[in-house]
């Protein structure tokens, strides 16, 4: 849309990388509801979703209330012959504290519940602000950093399916009853697929810098916040080099 | 989906253009910086060095999945060893649930633990070893896939470390029944967690690297 040059082959500005291939693209501005993918191998870069924001903290409030519920609530109960157990997750750390497995119960637990209340903690910190249009906390970069990077190791819906195969194996042994907390992984599953429909990181990354957060000595922010993706083309850029 | 339309003219990408992509965030930054201003993470080149990383985890991966095979998941002891105390390793349990006659959860349990750790091994494998290479477009776009895969796979294999983890805190019923978890969980979980370490160390963007310069080029260079 613009016919000035707003990037600069010198110094990336107005440039992004895709993360997958390194292709080269332009910034451009982007209506909500387009999703821009890269002309070499397809990765998505950029899908602006409108409301995203409170969405996303939305979502993210939701997957803690129901992460904090199942570890608490009884998961599966199992009975046979008259012995009983119906236990929760907090049951069965507890159960594990004194035992060499102790790693295996730790990983195992970090990854179903920790990283998830840590990952919708933090992305909560992170679009908190940005949602109301106010500069970011401090950290607000590394926060988010870290929240994508431990997405693959955040493992509930996987968790499910191994929940299915468990009770399968332990029906010619006992009868078992699923409880409040399985539900509740279930509608995590759901959870996450919406919050990752409206997840953009691109739009996150460039509402970080351009909120205020002196991401760049070459890159004075705050000379507009209307314009989408083009605030370095329209200061100095060789103000603070 | 885009498809591979573009190859008659070679895509500029920022390594060519002297550049640095940040692979967390796509900003872009002269060469010379070592971290993202933006997202703070470091930025690496596309470079063949950091295929290190990736056969360091992958080895690490196929050295924990030899114990995983050979020890017991778990052992369950029924009746306080009376009636039984059988110990199953990966492969026993998927026999194990033939037996029981639930064809549909041993594939499962199949797939996840032997199938697709031994692809993974062998896909990450391949994909290190023409990372960079010369090629064309449609083999590029085939090395992407199986990355792609191998990527978004690569978790699921954890099923089995959840089954034996429900399984032993569930059947704890005293005397009539009990299930521990063996050696094997331990070692399966490491390997699956080291391959995963290891597609992440994988650097996509090698896969692009080695295409030509020029879009006719029979001139196939080494670097």
Known sequence: MSTEPSYDLATGRGLIACPSCDALHLREDMAPGETARCIRCGHVLAKPREGAFVQLIALAFTSMVLLIGAVFFPF??????????????FDVA????????????IAVLAMIIGLPIARAFLLVYTLAPLAQGRPPYRHAATAFRWSEALRPWSMAEIFVIG??????????LASVHLGPAFWAFCALIFVNLASRSFMCRTSIWDALEQSGQAVDDRDPSGTSSEVQHRPASLADPQAGA | MSAPTEPQSPVLTA???????????????PQQETHCHRCGAELVPPDRRGLQAVWAW??????????????????????????????????????????YGSWDIAIIVFVASIVVPVGKFIAIGWLAMVAGRPANVEQAHTRLKVYEVVEFIGRWSMIDVFVVAILSALVQLGFVASIKPGPAAVSFALSVAFTMLSAQSFDAR???RGLPLRSRAATHRTE
């Not at chain 2, 390594?15 to 930054?29: D, K, M, T």
Request: proline share 3%.
């Open chain 1, 94 to 105: 507890l159960a594990f504290a004194d035992g060499v497995l102790l790693p295996l119960v």
């Open chain 2, 58 to 99: 992958l080895i690490a991966g196929l050295i924990a999945y030899i114990p995983a095979n050979v020890f017991p998941m778990m052992s369950t002891q029924t009746f306080a060893g009376l009636a039984g105390n059988s110990e199953a390793t990966i492969l026993g349990g998927v026999i194990e649930l033939i037996h």
């Open chain 2, 15 to 29: 390594h060519r253009a002297g550049l640095i992509g940040c692979r967390s965030c796509g900003r872009v930054w």
């Open chain 1, 76 to 89: 599966l109960e199992v009975s046979t012959f008259g012995f009983g157990n119906a236990s929760s997750l």
């Open chain 2, 206 to 208: 090698l896969i692009w």
């Open chain 1, 163 to 172: 929940t299915a195969v468990a009770l399968v194996k332990v029906a010619g």
